[in-house]
């Protein structure tokens, strides 16, 4: 069975700290992870997909990283405005098409 | 650019009545996901459509249906609710490109079971 384990549940940081959360997965076969950003009340907003391990995606502040048990998004100075919960999400690559998600990071930036 | 649209935005029911939840696609997207999202909840899985036939089914209840019309709007059918059923309800869409699922979601209907 697909499973995904994000860490740390809850991250408080201070403005211009950077820092990392983890998205460790098993998964029979990866055909693609994905991150996602979740503001309170609001749909998942699709960042980025990582296909294959030593792959790097970046957007702004946020850099995503996959190796073959997990992903890091690092978040370079992060800024108030990044305070969301960030998900993951894995496909693997038989079987069903649907994605198996982790239960995010909650990431809150104080100025 | 278009994303996804849902209506209603919210919902208020009470129990043992029904609910209809619609979702439009990101044009040209062939596939429609139904999840269920509960307070500090990742997203439940509960059914998808590729080009309107039924392609997968998770946790959906058996007092929920949904289907895909011709247009590729789809509409998930909530009966007999329960106050359990008081959550967050997204669809997601994609294009399947090689086998790859980039789900792009709606802003979600907030059901209230009261």
């Known amino acids: 069975e697909d499973q995904v384990t994000q860490s740390p549940e809850a991250l408080r940081l201070q403005e211009g700290e950077s820092s990392s959360l983890n998205c460790s997965y098993t998964v029979s076969g990866l055909r693609g992870l994905f991150w996602y950003r979740q503001d309170p009340g609001k749909g998942p907003e699709f960042l980025f997909t990582?296909?294959?391990a030593g792959e790097e995606k970046e957007k702004e502040r946020l850099k995503a990283t996959l190796t073959k048990k997990e992903s890091f998004l690092h978040i370079t100075a992060p800024k108030p405005e990044d305070s969301a919960t960030y998900l993951c999400a894995v496909q693997a690559a038989g079987g069903s098409y649907i994605p198996t998600f982790g239960r995010g990071t909650s990431l809150i930036v104080h100025p | 650019a278009a994303g996804v649209i849902q209506s209603p935005r919210h919902l208020i029911k009470e129990k043992r009545e029904t609910a209809t939840l619609k979702c439009y696609p990101i044009p040209r997207h062939d596939t429609v996901y139904w999840y269920q999202q509960g307070p500090g909840q990742d997203p439940q899985f509960l059914i998808s459509f590729y080009e309107k036939m039924q392609s997968d089914k998770g946790s959906i209840p058996d007092r929920f249906s949904a289907q895909q019309f011709s247009d590729y709007h789809s509409e998930l059918n909530m009966s007999s609710l329960e106050l359990g059923d008081s959550a967050l309800y997204f669809c997601?869409?994609?294009?399947?490109?090689?086998?790859?699922?980039?789900?792009?979601f709606g802003p979600g209907t907030r059901l209230t079971v009261l």
């Open positions: 990582l296909y294959s």
């Open positions: 997601a869409s994609s294009f399947q490109r090689e086998g790859l699922v980039e789900q792009f």
